[in-house]
C-alpha cells in the first residue's frame, strides 16, 4: 500500500497518522498555542497572586491616575461677606441703627439684648449727654440774644432731646438700681451742673422744662441721699463733702433742690444723734464744720476752697 506524503509542511503530524482526522474543527483550528507556553498549572504556582507578599500589597485602580488630578479651583464669584466682616466694617452709629431695627422688628429679643448689653458707666452716659448738650448749643442763632423767644424756638426741639435723655438716663442710677451710693451722687452731680449751664429764657413759660427737670433731680438726689444714711454709717455723706455740694447746687437753681437739702440735713442730724453718745466731742465737731459748709464760711479762715473733705 502506497502512502501519499503531504507536501503540507504546516501540517501536525498527529493530524496525518489518522486516516480518521482528515478534517479540524473550528475550535482546534483556531487555538493556537507557543511551543515555549507552560502548563496552566505551571502559570499559575508562578503567579504573582500566588507570591506570600500578594496580599500585603495593594495594586492600584486603574483610574489611579486621573484621581491623583488636582482639582481645579473654581471660577471667581462674588458673595456676601459673613457676619463676623460685616460688623467688622460697620460703625458705631451704624451698628446701633442695626441693633435697633433688629430689636424693632422681633420684640422677643429685646429683654435679652438689655439682659446681655454691658452696664452704662457714668463716663459714657455722661459722653452721650454731653453730645446732647453740644448739639443744642450748636444750634443757637447768630446775632441773636440766646435767651430771646427767637433763639429758643430756633433751640427748642434740642432742648427736649436733651431733657429727655436726663430723664431716661437718671433712674438707671438709682437706687435699687444702683447699689453704690457714691456712684448715684457722682452721677447727680454731673447732670445738675448740666442744668445750671442752661440759659434763663426771657419768657417764663419756656422755663418750664429746666424747673421739671430740678424737681425730679430733687427727687433723685433725696431718695440717693436717704438710701445713703443706711449704709455704712452714711460714710459718703458725712465724708464726701455732699453737704456742702447740694447747698451750692440749691443756690443755683434758685431753691429748687430744698427737698434734697432738707432729707440730707435730717440724715446728717440722725447720724450726728446716733454717735454722740459714743463720741460727743467728734459729733460737736462735726456739727460745727458742718453749719458752716451751710452757711458757705468753711474754709475762709483756713484760706482753703470749697470741696471735698
Excluded: C
Aim: proline share 7%; charged share 20%.
Amino acid at each position: 500500500m502506497n502512502t501519499v506524503i503531504t507536501n503540507n509542511p504546516l501540517a501536525a503530524p498527529h493530524l496525518l497518522a489518522s486516516p480518521y482526522n482528515t478534517l479540524q474543527t473550528p475550535s482546534m483550528s483556531g487555538r493556537k498555542r507557543k511551543a515555549s507556553e507552560e502548563p496552566d498549572q505551571d502559570r499559575m504556582s508562578t503567579s504573582p497572586t500566588a507570591s506570600p507578599s500578594f496580599g500585603s500589597r495593594l495594586l492600584p485602580p486603574s483610574s489611579t491616575p486621573r484621581s491623583l488630578k488636582r482639582s481645579r479651583t473654581g471660577a471667581a464669584m462674588g458673595r456676601p461677606l459673613a457676619l463676623p466682616r460685616l460688623l467688622e466694617t460697620l460703625s458705631a452709629q451704624e451698628m446701633r441703627q442695626l441693633l435697633q431695627n433688629v430689636a424693632d422688628q422681633h420684640p422677643e429679643l429685646q429683654q435679652e439684648i438689655v439682659a446681655k448689653a454691658p452696664r452704662p458707666s457714668i463716663e459714657s452716659t455722661l459722653s452721650v449727654l454731653s453730645k446732647y448738650e453740644d448739639d443744642f448749643r450748636e444750634a443757637f442763632p447768630l446775632g441773636n440774644r440766646p435767651t430771646s423767644d427767637y433763639s429758643y424756638n430756633r433751640v427748642r426741639q434740642h432742648l427736649l432731646q436733651l431733657m429727655d435723655a436726663l430723664r431716661d438716663y437718671t433712674p438707671h442710677f438709682l437706687p435699687p438700681q444702683e447699689s453704690q451710693a457714691i456712684v448715684s451722687l457722682n452721677y447727680l452731680d454731673a447732670v445738675t451742673n448740666t442744668l445750671h449751664r442752661l440759659p434763663s429764657w426771657d419768657s417764663y413759660q419756656h422755663q418750664r422744662h429746666r424747673n421739671e427737670a430740678y424737681d425730679e433731680i430733687a427727687k433723685a438726689w433725696a431718695l440717693v441721699i436717704r438710701e445713703a444714711s443706711k449704709r455704712a454709717g452714711g460714710f459718703h455723706l458725712q465724708f464726701g463733702g455732699w453737704d456742702q455740694k447740694l447747698v451750692e447746687h440749691n443756690q443755683k437753681s434758685g431753691g429748687r433742690l430744698e427737698e434734697a437739702v432738707h432729707e440730707l440735713r435730717s440724715a446728717l442730724g440722725f447720724m450726728q444723734a446716733g454717735s454722740s453718745s459714743a463720741s460727743p466731742g467728734v459729733s460737736d465737731e462735726r456739727a460745727s464744720i458742718r453749719q458752716q459748709l451751710f452757711s458757705g464760711s468753711y474754709g475762709q479762715q483756713l484760706g482753703v476752697g470749697h470741696g471735698g473733705w
